[in-house]
């Protein structure tokens, strides 16, 4: 038994140097050295005591320590097996902090750590790219060191009263950079609490997201331009229709101000005219504004010496403005809120001008989505229909304005030469010529044709002369011309010209207007024109009856130029009486063609006539020549 103790005990020994030197092996740990040492040595004292004498019952405690000395080796084993897991953790732990911290470090978005007042700890390096300032100006400093003063002070409560209960805050907000420009920025604030609950710090991952704003930002600018776009293509729609029905000229002008009145983005509308004499600006119609907001409004565009309206009815193009308050960003101050853009649309027809169509809106990026020519078509579009209107009333209504009214320009050819030789002249006749020139008929009283040729000549606004007949009392001319006095401008009013007689520089002219014509428009056009113009008379007239009136414009639709003169000619030179005061060879010399051309426009101008005056279908009138071309 004795024996067996201390075999027993050199055993467990000897296991327990094996194990730990196998341990020291694999772990390379000095602790597993020790123990093979320590285990060495008792092994070899016990074998010492056995070979030296006879054991007995005392060895047990060596047995017992034998025990321990292994378990020793067997719970250090697991222990440093524990040891080696918790290193391999906390190495790897290590290894993601040290990546995240990497990640945090070079991170696109701008990341903050701040104390409980908002003092800064931590920022990481982008940080520059988001506000400007570097991570060394920022440590120290609070969030307040980009406030840009576009957000209100409850703004700012909201967001600490958010974050500091514990919730996480995520929003957009602007900043100012370093620079001094203004940012957007896409932030979200979580506060970092203890295990009670106690907040500790908070944490802020900011993104600039400024041009990704500034697109979006486009992309809905681009879808209002095209909503107002749309909008306004159906208010020109709406406006064509308009023009079709109306059938005067205050009832255009008072459809077309209405819808626009009534069509988003825009506000109100009027029809603005400018005094010839003055230049100040007055309102014809308008719509969605009263009147006393509007008078006030053109006072303040008559005391602005670059008011878009009238540059725009001078010039006769679209212009298109911005007004307001005053600032560097406008160009009137007009205390409008329904007007911060204007747009200026001159109406014309040819050479007149009818005014401007004047839209107003309280949007300043209204009209960026459209472009001028459309305003500028609609703008001629309406003059067109304008002047159709005065033109039809002025030749096929029954009542009409008769205007007379004297002028002494002297740059008149008519009235020049009445003052230079002492003559009297009347028109007879008046016709547009194919080279952009007038042809007059006056008969001269008074004064040897002769001189009468000569003055002309001389005279820079005739292209041409020619006797046409001369009797003892007086003689008929046809005078080509450039300048036509004041026919263009009656003209451009859709007034019909009736008489002009000269006679001492000085011209006495009758012309009718419709009953709705503008009598002081035309007078402040004739003003401007010629100087000073003087009114005689002005009263309402009858014409003659409505059958006449169809039959002329009957004719004006259905004769050529030529034609017209061809056969106005040949009736003033007494080509139709009996005898003839002039042939044919003649007629043609005078018109400067040949005699063969003057006699087919003649036969079929008399033809067009006989068949308004017969009330012949025109459609079924031919109007070729002898060789199947249409006679002009």
């Not at 995240?100 to 750590?113: D, P």
């Not at 709406?238 to 008072?254: C, F, H, K, M, P």
């Not at 067109?384 to 304005?401: F, G, Q, R």
Request: one cysteine or more; charged letters at 25%; hydrophobic letters at 40%.
């Amino acid at each position: 038994m004795d024996d067996l103790i201390i075999f027993a005990s050199i055993a467990l020994r000897i296991a327990g140097v094996g194990y730990s030197i196998l341990l020291l092996y694999r772990v390379q740990d000095a602790r597993f050295g020790f123990l093979t040492v320590m285990l060495t040595l008792m092994a070899a004292r016990q074998i010492f005591t056995l070979r030296s004498g006879n054991p007995g019952i005392e060895e047990l405690p060596g047995l017992v320590v034998s025990v321990f000395a292994v378990l020793t080796v067997v719970y250090l084993a697991k222990y440093v097996e524990q040891e080696a897991n918790v290193t391999r953790t906390i190495r790897r732990k290590n290894e993601r902090l040290r990546t995240f911290r990497k990640a945090i470090e070079h991170a696109g978005h701008a990341i903050f750590l701040t104390e409980t007042d908002g003092t800064i700890t931590y920022a990481n390096q982008a940080v520059e790219s988001v506000t400007g300032y570097s991570r060394g100006e920022v440590l120290g400093e609070d969030p307040s060191l980009w406030k840009s003063g576009e957000h209100d002070d409850s703004f700012y409560r909201d967001l600490w009263k958010t974050i500091t209960s514990g919730e996480v805050w995520d929003g957009q907000i602007v900043n100012e950079r370093k620079n001094g420009s203004l940012t957007w920025v896409d932030m979200t604030i979580a506060p970092i609490v203890d295990e009670e609950g106690n907040v500790e710090q908070f944490v802020a991952v900011d993104t600039d997201i400024t041009e990704r704003r500034k697109r979006k930002e486009k992309i809905s600018e681009q879808k209002r331009q095209l909503e107002v776009l749309n909008h306004t293509n159906e208010v020109l729609r709406d406006v064509n229709q308009d023009l079709v029905q109306a059938d005067t000229r205050s009832g255009i002008e008072s459809a077309v101000t209405e819808e626009f009145a009534q069509a988003t983005p825009y506000e109100f509308a009027w029809i603005a005219t400018r005094n010839v004499t003055n230049e100040s600006l007055r309102a014809r119609e308008w719509s969605g504004i009263e009147r006393d907001e509007l008078t006030s409004l053109l006072t303040g565009f008559n005391a602005d010496d670059t008011d878009p309206i009238s540059d725009a009815i001078r010039s006769g193009t679209v212009r298109i403005d911005q007004c307001g308050p005053s600032d560097d960003t406008v160009s009137h101050d007009l205390d409008d809120e329904r007007c911060r853009a204007l747009a200026a649309i001159p109406l014309t027809y040819g050479e007149t001008e009818y005014g401007a169509l004047c839209i107003a809106t309280e949007n300043r990026s209204a009209f960026e989505s459209i472009e001028e020519g459309v305003f500028a078509e609609l703008g001629e579009t309406i003059g067109y229909a304008i002047n159709a209107i005065e033109s039809k009333e002025t030749l096929m209504t029954d009542s009409v304005t008769a205007v007379e009214f004297e002028t002494r320009d002297a740059d008149c050819f008519s009235i020049g030469m009445s003052a230079a030789l002492g003559c009297s002249l009347d028109l007879k006749w008046l016709s547009p010529n194919n080279d952009d020139t007038l042809v007059e008929y006056f008969t001269t009283t008074g004064a040897d044709p002769a001189e009468v040729v000569d003055y002309a000549t001389d005279h820079e606004a005739v292209t041409a002369v020619q006797m046409i007949a001369d009797s003892d009392e007086e003689a008929l001319f046809r005078f080509e011309v450039d300048d036509s006095c004041v026919a263009r401008t009656l003209g451009d009013f859709g007034a019909d010209l009736s008489t002009i007689h000269v006679s001492n520089g000085r011209a006495v002219v009758t012309a009718h207007l419709s009953s709705g014509g503008d009598v002081r428009a035309m007078l402040e056009a004739l003003q401007a024109e010629h100087g000073d113009v003087e009114l005689l008379a002005r009263r309402e007239d009858e014409r003659p009856k409505r059958t006449i009136q169809e039959i002329r414009a009957t004719l004006d639709d259905e004769l050529t130029d030529r034609q017209r003169e061809a056969l106005q000619t040949a009736f003033i030179g007494g080509f139709f009486e009996w005898p003839r005061d002039r042939s044919g060879e003649e007629i043609a010399s005078v018109m400067g063609i040949t005699q063969s051309t003057f006699l087919q426009h003649l036969r079929v101008a008399e033809r067009k006539v006989l068949a308004a005056t017969l009330q012949v279908d025109s459609a079924t009138t031919s109007l070729t020549g002898p060789v199947g071309t249409e006679v002009r």
